[in-house]
């Protein structure tokens, strides 16, 4: 197996990198609030108050803009200045997601890279640390979906291989 990933088909990129990034952001806030309710309302999440996290998946070309302000994580255009970042591929990223790998191992293996205010990316790492004690479960649509992205990225790279 390639230790690098295998970028996505232009085929299932290319409509994504249509879609500007704020709508991207928009529906990212919109997702991560409903699963850091109890957080945010623990102000758990207060350290983004008012700084701009982004998180880059290099491989579909996306990139989301976060912040929090009045109690909620909501999307920033791309005019703010960007505090710290987030950036790796869809395969690492759904990884974290379905709690398949920690962030420790995906950050040490440099398949998630942090840039920029490093207490805040600390403090968001920290954070993706506590989750599998602190989150619900993820509900199973979504935890479908992911599967299927993984299932779709481990058949690439074992074809890739050969």
């Known amino acids: 197996m390639k230790a690098s990933s295998t970028p996505l088909t232009p085929l299932l990129t290319t409509p994504l990198r249509w879609i500007p990034n704020v709508i991207h952001s928009s529906a990212m806030s919109v997702v991560l609030n409903r699963f850091f309710s109890t957080l945010l309302a623990d102000g758990e ?13 290099t491989d579909a070309g996306i990139e989301y803009r976060l912040s929090k302000s009045q109690g909620k994580l909501v999307a920033v255009d791309r005019q703010r200045a960007v505090d710290a970042s987030f950036v790796g591929d869809l395969h690492s990223f759904t990884l974290l997601a379905l709690r398949r790998e920690d962030p420790d191992t995906l950050f040490f293996q440099r398949r998630l890279r942090m840039e920029g205010d490093t207490e805040i990316g600390l403090m968001v790492k920290n954070l993706l ?5 602190s989150m619900p479960e993820i509900p199973q649509p979504l935890q479908a979906a992911g599967n299927r992205v993984l299932s779709f990225y481990e058949k690439r790279r074992t074809s890739d291989s050969v």
């Open 45 to 57: 999440l207060d350290f983004l108050e008012d700084k701009v996290l982004r998180i880059t998946v």
């Open 129 to 133: 640390d506590s989750l599998e004690f």
